[in-house]
Nanobody, 118 residues
Framework: VQLVESGGGLVQAGGSLRLSCTTSGTIFDRNDMGWYRQAPGKQRELVAS???????HYSDFVKGRFTISRDDAKDTVYLQMNNLEPDDTAVYFCNAQEPARGGYLDFWGQGTQVTVST
């Protein structure tokens, strides 16, 4: 299973970026997908998730600014990030949870850097 993120970069505060994560080697439309982030010196944290069948979930610090979506025909999950703040600076990771006997298998992308300047 491979997850490949793209779309990170440098943006000024108040700007927007859209991250993409394309998967291969897995049955995408069965997977719960998520975006996590990790800032220097901090633990990795959930940003948003979208199940195979259900409503998206957002962490409080991105509600109203970020939108997660998925295109099952393209095996891709997106994270639209608006009104970015310097505290959003982090490496953003795509996560796939593939159903397996007894639970889930977790897969991760390599991460994409998002830097928000003041």
């Amino acid at each position: 299973v491979q997850l490949v993120e793209s779309g990170g970069g440098l943006v000024q505060a108040g700007g927007s970026l859209r991250l993409s994560c394309t998967t291969s080697g897995t049955i995408f439309d069965r997977n719960d997908m998520g975006w996590y982030r990790q800032a220097p010196g901090k633990q990795r944290e959930l940003v948003a998730s979208i199940p195979a069948d259900g409503a998206p979930h957002y962490s409080d610090f991105v509600k109203g600014r970020f939108t997660i979506s998925r295109d099952d025909a393209k095996d891709t999950v997106y994270l639209q990030m608006n009104n970015l703040e310097p505290d959003d600076t982090a490496v953003y990771f795509c996560n796939a949870q593939e159903p397996a006997r007894g639970g889930y298998l977790d897969f991760w992308g390599q991460g994409t850097q998002v830097t928000v300047s003041t």
